[in-house]
């Protein structure tokens, strides 16, 4: 079991930053990739920005150049800094991890934390 704890969401003026935090704690040895997905009202989850163990990344198109992911070095913890922010980053975000179960790889999520963008 891996339970997450997301932190630092809130309210930013467009062009301002953000850093989100999640926390993984429980049977952290499983865990593979982490990452961020987002879901604003009406739309599907998507995929904001992945890291994995070996530190890869990818992102969203929309957020390249504006996002960085990070991991710290026991990889229990995920960032996600957010500069340059736009309304439409405006979202419910989701903090995921990747757990290893039975050769397999299951996700998992945090409860989410709100990012709203707006002046």
């Known amino acids: 079991q891996v339970q997450l704890v997301e932190s630092g969401g809130g309210l930013v003026q467009p062009g301002g930053s953000l850093r989100l935090s999640c926390v993984a704690s429980?049977?952290?040895?499983?865990?593979?990739?982490m990452g961020w997905f987002r879901q604003a009202p009406g739309k599907q989850r998507e995929l904001v920005a992945i890291?994995?163990?070996?530190?890869?990344?990818n992102y969203e198109d929309s957020v390249k150049g504006r996002f960085t992911i990070s991991r710290d070095n026991a990889k229990t913890t995920v960032y996600l800094q957010m500069n340059s922010a736009k309304p439409e980053d405006t979202a419910v975000y989701y903090c995921?991890?990747?757990?290893?179960?039975?050769?397999?790889?299951?996700?998992?999520w945090g409860q989410g934390t709100q990012v709203t963008v707006s002046s």
């Open positions: 429980g049977s952290i040895f499983s865990i593979d990739a």
């Open positions: 995921y991890c990747n757990v290893r179960r039975y050769g397999s790889l299951f996700p998992s």
């Open positions: 890291i994995t163990s070996g530190g890869s990344t």
